[in-house]
């Protein structure tokens, strides 16, 4: 009686061993990929304008973060990271516009700057990814909507206004999800610094402002 109550309590064992580890690998074959984008950005050959220029960088920038969610569950299906490659993206641009950049962790810093001609703050209001099996097309793509914020170092607005980046990669180009993902994302951040870089002085309140200050 004693040898076959240890043959079921190791039969009970091994059983529940056996649906942990089925229910973990369940689980984390349920989980969301995560797609850390990276990429490089050429830095534009423009004329540079003799400004100081500050930067501030938001957290809610610099670690923005997307959720792609499963349609059918309502589970998070892909978690694209893509914050860390924009500060990348305008640590190379900004550079090339203005003659001197200075990187401030805040607005508050910009009081230790008596240099700085102007402020600038990028922020993205909206993020959106097409997947082929959604979308039904044969490319992934990716859009971004920024808000471009530029004030004066006393805080008075110069320019606010909205761009929009646009990528695609073609889905027969790429093996999986997340690198067709990162390449629709790179190219949308490249759109975006052609934008910017050509198109700057081109904003009308932009413009006005260099006018007003003898800039040219």
């Known amino acids: 009686m004693f040898k076959n109550t240890s043959n079921l309590k190791l039969m009970f064992n091994g059983f529940r061993f056996l649906t942990l580890t089925a229910l973990c690998g369940l689980l984390l074959g349920c989980s969301a990929s995560v797609i850390d984008v990276q990429g490089s950005y050429p830095s534009p050959l423009i004329n540079q304008l003799p400004l100081t220029l500050g930067v501030v960088y938001g957290d809610d920038f610099s ?5 792609e969610f499963d349609e059918v569950s309502g589970k998070e299906q892909y978690i694209i990271n893509s914050g860390q490659t ?5 640590n190379t641009i900004l550079p090339a516009v203005f ?3 200075v990187f401030l962790n805040s607005m508050d810093d910009a009081a230790s700057y008596p240099e700085l001609d102007m402020i600038f703050e990028p922020s993205i209001e909206d993020f959106q990814v097409g997947l082929p099996q959604k979308t039904r097309l044969d490319v992934y793509e990716i859009w971004v909507k ?6 004066a170092p006393g805080g008075d607005s110069i320019a606010d206004w909205v761009m929009t980046a646009y990528g695609k990669s073609p889905q027969g180009s790429f093996g999986s ?5 990162n390449d629709a994302a790179v190219e949308a951040f490249r759109d975006l610094a052609a934008t910017f870089s050509l198109g700057f002085t081109s904003i009308p309140e932009v413009n006005d402002w ?3 200050n003898n800039v040219f």
């Open 99 to 101: 003659s001197n950049v």
């Open 63 to 67: 670690a923005f973060s997307f959720t």
């Open 210 to 212: 260099l006018r007003t």
């Open 177 to 181: 999800v997340d690198s067709g993902v």
């Open 86 to 90: 924009q500060v990348q993206l305008f």
């Open 146 to 151: 920024y808000n471009m914020r530029l004030t």
